[in-house]
């Protein structure tokens, strides 16, 4: 396998130049050629959004949804097809607004895709509004008094409710966003990976310069198993962590608890239907 296995080639990209998103299609692209993860097994879920195009622009299987509803629709295809690599993807105001509750529910059931989330700190595709991880004071057309409001901390949340695999990084450095999202794909279970995105058109705060001078990496002897150590990075008033900042791998998936696979590994959409006895219980649920 090489780049070529998932890249369109010469097609027309809605970013603007000098977007993240370039980064992290790269970032992402190579990530699945090194781990050698083929297009047919692959499935791309996301949701609305400059960041949700992504999907558009890879060979691979996709689902493209409404506005914040790109998780439920990847933990379906997983729990249908476990063999399938899922990935859902989009932006901060897509992953972390709309898709909020989603977001909660998809961590607490622990299904084994990756969340890769691209945080910009503003909404792009509708130019310019604060999105969830706006800093307070942020000055937009809409917020034009600056935000007032706490900006959400998705790698607080995530530690708190006990995410099985969460991550930050800075698309500033695309080799070692590239190794951050090999280590999530390879993660048995939920793994979140939020990845700060410099919006060049919209967001003149929050550059390339200001994310490289706001964060820094973890230390090769930190242990990420640690619960309480991982939450005090997390909500670190100084700079952001990037790396891998907490992992527990000892949880049961979504799709591994279900009573449909207990005797059978089969995938769902692989069986054969039998009708006869889904005439059964139709019958049977019509006669209560």
């Known amino acids: 396998m090489d780049i070529r296995s998932y890249s369109m080639g010469d097609i027309d990209m809605a970013w603007c130049p000098g977007c993240g998103n370039f980064g992290i299609l ?27 195009k992504i999907p558009h622009y890879m060979k691979c299987n996709i689902f493209n949804g409404l506005h914040g509803r790109a998780l439920p ?3 379906a295809i997983k ?11 989009s932006g901060d105001g897509d992953m972390y607004g709309e898709g909020g ?16 989330v691209h945080n910009n700190m503003v909404y792009g595709l509708t130019k310019g509004q604060a999105s969830p991880t706006s800093s307070k004071g942020f000055v937009t057309p809409v917020q034009i008094g600056g935000v007032i409001l706490e900006p959400f901390n998705p790698i607080a949340v995530a530690v708190a409710l006990d995410a099985s695999f969460v991550a930050r990084a800075f698309i500033g450095d695309v080799d070692m966003t590239k190794e951050i999202i090999k280590k ?11 990845i700060f995105q410099p919006c060049v058109s919209f967001n003149k705060i929050n550059t390339y310069k200001w994310f ?4 820094y990496y973890l230390e090769d002897s930190y242990d990420p198993g640690d619960k309480v150590r991982a939450f005090e990075k997390a909500v670190d008033p100084t700079k952001f962590p990037l790396g891998v900042i907490y992992t527990n791998p000892k949880k049961a998936t979504f799709e591994g608890s279900l009573n449909v696979y ?14 006869k006895k889904l005439q059964q219980f139709i019958d049977n649920k019509r006669k209560l």
């Open 26 to 52: 790269k970032a992402l692209e190579s990530a699945l050629v090194e781990m050698e993860i083929a297009p047919e097994g692959l499935v791309m879920v996301s949701g609305i959004g400059q960041a949700a």
């Open 73 to 75: 629709v990847a933990v």
């Open 79 to 89: 729990s249908v097809n476990p063999r399938l690599v899922v990935i859902a993807e």
């Open 101 to 116: 509750n989603h977001l909660l529910a998809t961590i607490r059931r622990n299904p084994d895709i990756t969340n890769i």
């Open 184 to 194: 999530a794909l390879s993660h048995r279970g939920y793994a979140l990976v939020d």
């Open 212 to 215: 490289k001078d706001h964060t």
């Open 262 to 275: 207990a005797e059978d590994s089969t995938p769902v959409t692989r069986r054969k239907r039998n009708l």
